[in-house]
């Protein structure tokens, strides 16, 4: 693999596979074929991993139900020491871990190590919140017959999830799957496979048996495919666009496999007048910012008050001049680029249609000229109605502001999108606030906040974002199937 701009490229890097899990084994695809990884920050190759298919797909599914009955059979508390050592196993290795991930993906190393200390959390929370699925005693209305219900694994698991965050868009699955008593099939994004592979090290040597975790990458058509045919696998987790997550809708009524689909987000931010504008301001840039903006609950929409949207798109736009862009690795970083020049072409077309439909660009507004797949951090004021900023989930670093006069305004603007997974409220107004919360047609609202995101409460959206939840006692749940048990004739 390739360097650093600054030539640190991280001699303790950990010696991760880049072949695929399966059965326990380490192995090459079936095919022989391999995958280049991009370094987004230089737009150049650093490695190369297995690339697989169906075939390696449905052998995966092999082990993962082959392992099933004694992994389900284990006591909760077993699965949990698991878990339990996996977090430790990355706690030793963070710093190295971190170089990994943020050189596939592009993010700053700062965010690559929050991501995978973030995956600590998961793992430890659920290993715990695997042994509280106590089920439950129904009274029954004679005293000859019990009533039991018992929360029992579904079975195997399949996992395809995105490349914006490769380690907790796969844990926060892995991990209440695997507390569950579930096994696992993670299919990652083909443009960050080294965090999948570096997690699934992790509870393998941790003493996962042979089966339990499992993860390949190759083909996502096929190997998609490959899941949706095998009744064995009950339950599917996606995290990417709503247009493969309706395919997968399509595909599972077949064999009415299970789906959890976290499916993206549009996340309108309502600004009220009475904040601290230049604080709101500095933490606007920094949490919209935050892995170039390709963050499914980024803060998308500003919303502000006319009262106070001048002052604030001026605070927002010195706040974002400020912010470093660099390589992942560079002292300083603050913003990466975009992870493929796709997506920056993308990017560059939504500002641009944009502006011609009438926004005005008040900072950056244009790709940068220099190695990698870098867009300028951008805010734009004056954005109508149904510009494509507003409309799409940007997935990049574009602040629109948009003025409003009163809540009716704005819960009409905030909730004008096919979109439903995250919106923010600043303000400290109770009324205004509980109002504002009452009225967003969203399935997490953050208060005075900027994570709507953590290990013990429930991750997930509605409308068009998709359906179930992860993380939380919900979580769980989602991997679990519900047995009556009805006891009669007893004394």
């Known amino acids: 693999m390739s360097g650093a701009p600054d030539g640190t490229r991280g001699a303790e890097a950990p010696e991760v596979e880049r072949r695929m899990l399966i059965g326990g084994r380490w192995v090459d695809a079936r095919s022989g074929a391999t995958w280049d990884l991009v370094d987004p920050g230089r737009g150049v190759a650093i490695d190369r991993v297995a690339f697989g298919d169906a075939d390696d797909a449905r052998a995966a599914v092999d082990a993962a139900a082959t392992a099933f009955r004694g992994w389900s059979r284990l006591p909760p508390h077993r699965r949990g020491e698991v878990l339990e050592a996996a977090a430790d196993w990355i706690r030793a290795r963070a710093d190295a871990l971190a170089r990994l991930s943020a050189e596939e993906s592009g993010k700053p190393l700062g965010e690559a190590k929050a991501e995978w200390l973030s995956a600590c959390n998961h793992l430890t929370w659920f290993a715990a919140e695997g042994a509280r699925a106590y089920g439950r005693i129904v009274p029954a209305r004679v005293p000859t017959r019990r009533i039991e219900v018992r929360p029992e694994p579904i079975g195997v698991v399949a996992t395809i999830t995105a490349w914006n965050f490769p380690v907790y868009n796969v844990v926060r699955s892995w991990a209440a799957a695997l507390a569950a008593g579930c096994t696992v099939v993670g299919r990652p ?8 592979f570096a997690l699934a090290q992790a509870l393998h040597e941790s003493g996962a048996p042979a089966g339990v975790v499992n993860v390949v990458n190759g083909d996502p058509a096929g190997m998609a495919q490959a899941f949706l045919d095998d009744p064995r696998v009950r339950k599917i987790a996606f995290t990417g666009s709503p247009r ?16 959890g689909l976290e499916l993206g987000g549009n996340a309108p931010v309502i600004v009220f007048p009475d904040v601290d504008v230049p604080e709101v301001a500095r933490q606007a840039a920094t949490w919209k910012l935050r892995n170039a903006g390709q963050v499914c609950v980024s803060p998308q929409r500003f919303l502000v008050h006319a009262d106070v949207a001048e002052a604030f798109t001026e605070a927002v736009a010195a706040e974002v001049a400020a912010l470093h862009v660099g390589h992942a690795f560079e002292t ?19 500002v641009a249609r944009s502006v011609a439909a009438g926004a005005q660009v008040v900072e950056g507004g244009a790709a940068l000229e220099r190695d990698g797949f870098f867009y300028a951090p951008t805010v734009l004021r004056d954005v109508p109605e149904g510009a494509p900023v507003l409309t799409d989930e940007v997935f990049g670093p574009v602040l629109p502001v948009q003025p409003f006069r009163d809540l009716d305004q704005a819960l009409r603007l905030a909730n004008a999108t096919e979109y439903g997974l995250a919106a923010f409220v600043m303000g400290h107004g109770l009324e205004a606030v509980h109002a504002a919360v009452a009225g967003l047609e969203f399935g997490m609202v953050a208060v005075n906040d900027w994570l709507p995101s953590t290990p013990e409460a429930p991750f997930g959206g509605v409308k068009g974002s998709g359906m179930g939840r992860e993380s939380g006692a919900e979580g769980l749940a989602e991997y679990q199937e519900l047995k009556t048990v009805y006891v009669g004739g007893l004394r």
């Not at 994004?189 to 999948?196: D, G, I, K, Q, V």
């Not at 997550?245 to 064999?255: E, I, N, P, Q, V």
């Open 244 to 259: 493969v997550g309706k395919l997968l809708m399509d595909g599972a009524s077949r064999t009415l496999t299970r789906l």
């Open 189 to 196: 994004s083909e443009l960050t496979p080294r965090s999948a």
């Open 332 to 350: 300083g970083t603050q913003v990466g680029p975009l992870v493929t020049d796709r997506h920056r072409e993308r990017v560059r077309d939504l």
